[in-house]
């Protein structure tokens, strides 16, 4: 059995979650058994829809450590599995009991030095072997070719219009800003892209889906999508993307839609960094910087990208040499081979 220990909910949003069910997705492909260990039942909706079977601690996801004697008695004795962890309130602790049990495995996006695991997966942009000299892991998997799509973004042809109407935007699992809101509206209020169609993906936990669902009453050419189970048909189907940090860049990546991207929470900002400096994104601006003027700048943008058919297709090839959508099977070819191993 490989446990995967992952959180998802209104705070948090989805991504670890979700890029957690692109490696139970690959591994069970391969043969083996998955299940997912939360604190609570916030994720159930979303692990439900993907026939995930999960296991709630009944724990709080901000102190870990507070669950490991439920998680010892769970996993004490179980030879041949292995636990991968994808979490911010993971402790050195931590692993270092549920390690006595079985192999244990980490999803990084903050270049952790003192994780004492097995395997320590960081597939973002900017990692890099020099920032993880003197790690405490055994093993590393480290940089693009290992970031965990699913199955669908493998090979995924897309083709650049001359003309751009199409715009997707989506911003996250949960949107405490009403960030897509936002957008939206400074879009549909100027000039140079009041015309353009958009489809705006709300995540599960999206306190503001009622607001977009009044702008989409409002205006003919926006769509508001939820609950999204053809997310690659949808970026196939746009000209170009509006996307906060995160997972649904490296999506975009595969696909070879254009993008503009911001960040709106700490985290986000190296991954966007990373795109930018590479010159595969055109930068939307960081809101806890810039707060509302933001829109402004991703309006010009998109006012930008949406008049330059080169521009944009100079940005898809960029963009397709990213990522090749088979990252989660080498996360999973990795797993199994420290379990049999």
């Not at 890029?19 to 909706?45: H, M, N, P, Y």
């Amino acid at each position: 059995m490989i446990w995967i220990r992952a959180d998802a909910g209104s705070e948090m949003g989805s991504g670890h979650v979700m890029r957690c069910l692109s490696i139970a997705d690959a591994l069970k492909r391969q043969g083996s058994e998955v299940c997912f260990l939360t604190a609570d039942e916030s994720a159930a909706k979303l692990l439900r829809a993907r026939g995930q079977e999960y296991r709630a601690l009944g724990s709080d996801y901000r102190y870990m450590e507070g669950e490991l004697d439920a998680l010892e008695k769970l996993l004490a004795g179980r030879k041949g599995d292995f636990f991968l962890a994808d979490s911010y309130f993971v402790t050195p602790e931590y692993f270092a009991r549920i390690g006595r049990h079985l192999p244990v495995g980490y999803l990084d996006d903050r270049c952790c030095l003192d994780l004492p695991v097995d395997l320590l997966i960081n597939y973002n942009i900017f990692a890099q072997k020099p920032l993880y000299e003197g790690a405490a892991a055994d093993k590393l998997l480290l940089g693009l070719k290992y970031v965990p799509l699913r199955a669908e973004f493998a090979e995924c042809a897309y083709q650049v219009r001359k003309q751009a109407s199409k715009v997707l935007i989506t911003t996250g699992g949960s949107d405490k800003y009403d960030l897509a809101g936002q957008l939206l509206r400074k879009c549909l209020a100027c000039p140079g892209t009041a015309d353009l169609e958009y489809s705006v993906v709300s995540g599960v936990y999206n306190k503001h889906l009622e607001e977009l669902r009044a702008l989409e009453r409002q205006h003919g050419n926006v769509k508001i999508y939820s609950n999204v189970s053809n997310m690659c048909g949808l970026m196939r189907d746009s000209d170009i993307a509006v996307t906060a940090g995160g997972s649904t860049m490296y999506e975009l990546s595969a696909v070879g839609v254009p993008m503009i991207c911001f960040s709106f929470v700490d985290n986000q900002e190296p991954i966007v960094d990373g795109f930018v400096k590479k010159k595969v994104a055109c930068f939307g601006g960081n809101y806890l910087v810039q707060g509302e003027d933001m829109a402004e700048a991703v309006a010009e943008n998109l006012a930008l990208l949406a008049g330059d058919a080169v521009l944009r297709e100079r940005y898809s090839k960029r963009l397709k040499a990213v990522a090749d959508g088979l990252g989660a099977m080498r996360i999973a070819k990795e797993i199994i081979a420290e379990v049999s191993g």
